[in-house]
Nanobody
C-alpha cells in the first residue's frame, strides 16, 4: 500500500496548484482519503477529506471555498485543487488513507504518503 503525493511547488499569492495523491496497492475507492498539511513550527492540520462511499467531501474552515478535493477512480488518484493561495497555505502537504471516524484528524488514518512542499510567497 503506497500513497505518492506530488504537485507541490512555489507560487505567488493568488495563484493555484493542483496536488495529486497516486494510490497503489488498493483501489482509491476502498478508503477515505484525507489531505493534511504541516507548516514549520505548527501542528499538523486536516485540510480536506473525501469519503470512500458516496464521495462526501469536507474542508477545514481555513481552505473552504478555495480548495477542492476530487477522486479519479480510473486513475486511482485523488486531487486537491488549490486556488487563491495565501502565504498562510505554505506547508508540507500529505495525503492519507483510512476509515476515519473524525475525517480531519490525522490519527484516524492508517496509511500516509510522503509530503509535497507548497510555498506561497511573493
Amino acid at each position: 500500500v503506497q500513497l505518492q503525493a506530488s504537485g507541490g511547488g512555489s507560487v505567488q499569492p493568488g495563484g493555484s496548484l493542483r496536488l495529486s495523491c497516486a494510490i497503489s496497492g488498493f483501489t482509491s475507492g476502498a478508503h477515505a482519503i484525507g489531505w493534511f498539511r504541516q507548516a514549520p513550527g505548527k501542528e499538523r492540520e486536516g485540510v480536506s477529506y473525501i469519503s470512500s462511499s458516496d464521495g462526501t467531501t469536507l474542508y477545514s474552515n481555513s481552505v473552504k471555498g478555495r480548495f477542492t478535493i476530487s477522486r479519479d477512480k480510473a486513475k486511482n488518484t485523488v486531487y486537491l485543487q488549490m486556488n487563491s493561495l495565501e502565504p498562510e497555505d505554505t506547508a508540507v502537504y500529505y495525503c492519507a488513507a483510512g476509515w476515519p471516524s473524525i475525517p480531519l484528524i490525522g490519527s484516524e488514518y492508517d496509511y500516509w504518503g510522503q509530503g509535497t512542499l507548497v510555498t506561497v510567497s511573493s
